[in-house]
Structure formats: C-alpha cells, structure tokens
Nanobody, 123 residues
Framework: QEQLVESGGGLVQTGGSLRLSCAAS????????MGWFRQAPGKERDFVAA????????SYADSVKGRFTISRDNAKKMVYLQMNSLKPEDTSVYFC????????????????RGQGTQVTVSS
C-alpha cells in the first residue's frame, strides 16, 4: 500500500508562513498528479492546490492564489506547500493526496490521501 505522510504543520500568527511537506512511498511517484486539500472540523473538504506529474503546471483555489505555492521534487518523492500571508481562515487539517487527474474535475478527486497535519493561524 502506497503511503503519504505530511509534516510541517503548527501554530503561526496571522501573516506568518509555514511550509508543509508530503513524503510519498510510491515507486512511480514521478507519474502521479498530486494535490493538497484541507478540512476543518464540521466543514467540507476544500481543494487547495494541485501539481501535474512533471511539476510544469500548477493550479490553486482562489482563496489561496498568490499566497500559497505547491511544488515537488520527484527524485525525493516529495510534495511541498509553501504558505505565506496566513490568515485565521486558513486554520485546518491539511493533507496531500494522489489526484485522479489534472486540468479537469478529476483534480478535485483523489485515489488516496495522507492523515494530515494541523495548521492553526492565530489572530
């Protein structure tokens, strides 16, 4: 079973930054489209960002565009989410996932996901 393990979450003040990391175990990771989602207690899961298998194209939710950056290192089997100018409404559990597609509605669905890491932004 392939696994995804997130790290890098924590408590930060409004306006601060965090960098989330996602370590993958899949043998063919370099062929996977990857993404980040977030879900707060009692709320729906939200798409945050996606990156195509090659890293050449990215996609973001409007709420994070210009503040968050997704990237990947296929040699290390890692996906990252750099989060800047954090706001209290960014508080959530963030998890990475292997996407079912990219550039279509399939990028909002995933094959499997990690357990997530908590991000808390204080006001």
């Amino acid at each position: 079973q392939e696994q995804l393990v997130e790290s890098g979450g924590g408590l930060v003040q409004t306006g601060g930054s965090l960098r989330l990391s996602c370590a993958a175990s899949g043998r063919t990771f370099s062929s996977y489209n990857m993404g980040w989602f977030r879900q707060a207690p009692g709320k729906e899961r939200d798409f945050v960002a996606a990156i195509i298998w090659s890293g050449d194209s990215t996609s973001y939710a409007d709420s994070v565009k210009g503040r968050f950056t997704i990237s990947r290192d296929n040699a290390k089997k890692m996906v990252y989410l750099q989060m800047n100018s954090l706001k209290p409404e960014d508080t959530s559990v963030y998890f990475c996932a292997r996407l079912k597609g990219y550039g279509s509605r399939l990028q909002y669905e995933y094959h499997y996901r990690g357990q997530g890491t908590q991000v808390t932004v204080s006001s």
